[in-house]
């Protein structure tokens, strides 16, 4: 909100489109950029990431992407050009915080793909930005469950570790889950 509101006021200056629309952009690059696993990208790949919803948002006045994106590296401060023609996120932080917006407001589909990626190391901040927005039971759960190793086999100490993260960040958890996590923390603990 600083960056797509307070600071282009501040530098006495306005974006094309309102701080929600640019945000709901912006999200939409860094979801594309997650599942691509990257962080960095060139205009003319991810124009296309958010053409639809871009033309859904000009009213009276048109905005081009060519626009968008000078706003939100010039402007903004958001999106920084690394290299000639390719541009990143100022801070990864950012993509992250974004890409978990982007699956929160997709639901279940969205759901799905974090589930899918849990074991992956590259999705860890995402996933705890994710559990930072809402309840964090089913995640939790899911990060505990069969769906992650075998039947035979604990959890490992990464996405134990995982589900304590995603339990401190979560707004809430279920008693039981807590409790669940706390027996396999106290189990592994031991182990070590």
């Known amino acids: ?5 307070t600071r282009p006021y501040d530098k006495g200056t ?10 709901s952009l912006l999200q939409l690059l860094a979801w594309e950029l997650v599942q691509k696993e990257s962080t960095q990208f060139t205009l003319i790949e991810a124009t296309p990431w958010i053409a639809e919803k871009l033309a859904r948002y000009n009213k009276a006045q048109a905005i081009e992407a060519e626009q968008f994106w000078e706003e939100m590296r010039d402007t903004s401060g958001l ?12 801070h990864q932080t950012f993509q992250e915080y ?5 699956i929160k407001e997709l639901g279940k589909p969205g759901e799905q ?12 901040e995402v996933i705890c930005f994710y ?5 964090a039971t089913e995640l939790v759960e899911r990060i505990l469950g069969a769906d992650n190793y075998s039947s035979s086999e604990e959890p490992s ?9 995603c339990r401190i960040q979560g707004r809430e958890i279920s008693a039981s889950t807590r409790q669940q996590l706390d027996n396999a923390l106290t189990l592994i603990s031991s182990e070590v």
Do not use: M, P
């Open 113 to 124: 793909i974090l589930f899918e990626n849990l074991s992956n190391v590259r999705w860890q």
């Open 14 to 23: 306005t974006l094309s489109l309102t701080a929600t629309e640019n945000k």
């Open 131 to 135: 559990a930072a927005q809402r309840d």
């Open 79 to 90: 999106l920084v050009e690394k290299e000639l023609g390719l541009y990143e996120f100022s």
């Open 1 to 5: 909100n600083l960056f797509l509101g």
């Open 98 to 102: 974004l890409a978990a917006c982007h």
């Open 157 to 165: 100490i990464y996405l134990l570790e995982l589900a304590d993260r």
